[in-house]
């Protein structure tokens, strides 16, 4: 049963990348656009263009979460997708309490956790990384004449 778990372990991984990439570029659109329902708290609005941390929070949802969704520099986007949402814990939600449950700072941990995850895991299947390292694999590879002859 193991082995069976252990050989699917990269398509369960690129499953959890893509379905947390697309939820994270949700927050993003819905803040940026007003779609999906809008930003938290502004009744189906947007937040103001430029203004600090909303803006920029969600710019890094959008195109973070996008970059995750699609498996491209999965591992690099996470890294800053995961930061701000740390940052999101600590400078909004930890204010109100401790606790992520009393302080409604869960989203934030969790995504913050789970593209902590994908910076040491990287894509796993499905991503559009695995694909381009197998296209520049191949182009590298020297041809069968090329190749010096084993003694």
Do not use: K
């Amino acid at each position: 049963m193991t082995g069976r778990l252990h050989s699917t372990q990269p398509y369960a991984l690129g499953l959890f990348r893509i379905v947390v990439g697309l939820l994270f570029a949700c927050h993003g659109a819905a803040a940026l656009f007003g779609v999906l329902g809008g930003a938290v708290g502004t009744h189906g609005g947007t937040v103001a263009a430029g203004t600090w941390p909303g803006w920029y929070a969600a710019l890094i949802q959008l195109v973070g979460g996008a970059l995750v969704l699609l498996g491209l520099g999965t591992r690099g986007a996470a890294l800053i997708a995961s930061g701000s949402m740390a940052y999101a814990y600590f400078d909004v939600h930890q204010q109100a309490a401790l606790w992520p449950i009393q302080n409604g700072g869960e989203p934030s941990a969790l995504y913050c956790w789970a593209f902590l995850l994908l910076v040491f895991t990287g894509s796993g299947a499905f991503g559009l990384d695995a694909l381009f390292t197998r296209h520049s694999a191949r182009r590298e590879e020297p041809a069968a004449e090329q190749r010096p002859v084993a003694a």
